[in-house]
């Protein structure tokens, strides 16, 4: 009996202090190549539209990897001319600010939209406003306000 408590005392030992040696080592890392750079996708074709009151605001656009985006635009107001035109901008995290040109009663125009994000639907901008060659464009973008009931949703796309 004596033995085997001594045998097994033994293999402990020599199993503890394999183990603690082990444990002090320097462990060699070994420097793995860099990745390539992540391509990011384009996101493909978006559109969005609200219609309420007889109001009806459409957005599509296109978002490229570079977080550029263009598309088009249009609002059909009640009591209002149509305008459309084209969306020429850029995402900036979860907002789109872009420049819109249109022609409204026979004048072409440029002005500044702002659209942010939220939950599936783009909610558009506004603010107080200048107006400086030929384009008009918000004055502070950080003092924007958006009211859901500017929200337009997801839709699908209509192939043209």
């Known amino acids: 009996m004596k033995k085997v408590l001594a045998i097994t005392t033994l293999v402990l030992t020599l199993l503890i202090s394999c183990k603690k040696a082990t444990d002090t080592e320097p462990v060699q890392i070994e420097p793995k ?4 750079a992540e ?15 007889g109001y009806i605001v459409a ?12 598309g088009k635009l249009s609002y059909n107001l009640t009591g209002k001319d ?26 072409s125009s440029v002005r ?19 107006s400086s060659n030929d384009k008009v464009t918000f004055k502070d973008k950080s003092k924007l306000k958006f009211d859901a009931k500017n929200t337009l949703t997801k839709v699908d796309c209509k192939v043209e």
């Open 39 to 53: 391509i990011v996708e384009p996101a493909g074709d978006q559109c969005y539209a609200s219609r309420s009151n």
């Open 82 to 107: 149509k305008n459309e035109g084209t969306l020429i901008g850029n995402m900036k995290g979860d907002t789109l600010v872009a420049d819109y040109t249109f022609m409204s009663e026979g004048v």
């Open 112 to 130: 500044e939209v702002v659209f942010l994000q939220k939950d599936g639907t783009l909610i558009e901008g506004y603010g107080d406003v200048v």
């Open 33 to 36: 190549a860099p990745k390539e």
């Open 59 to 70: 957005l599509s656009f296109n978002v490229n990897s570079h977080q550029e985006v263009n």
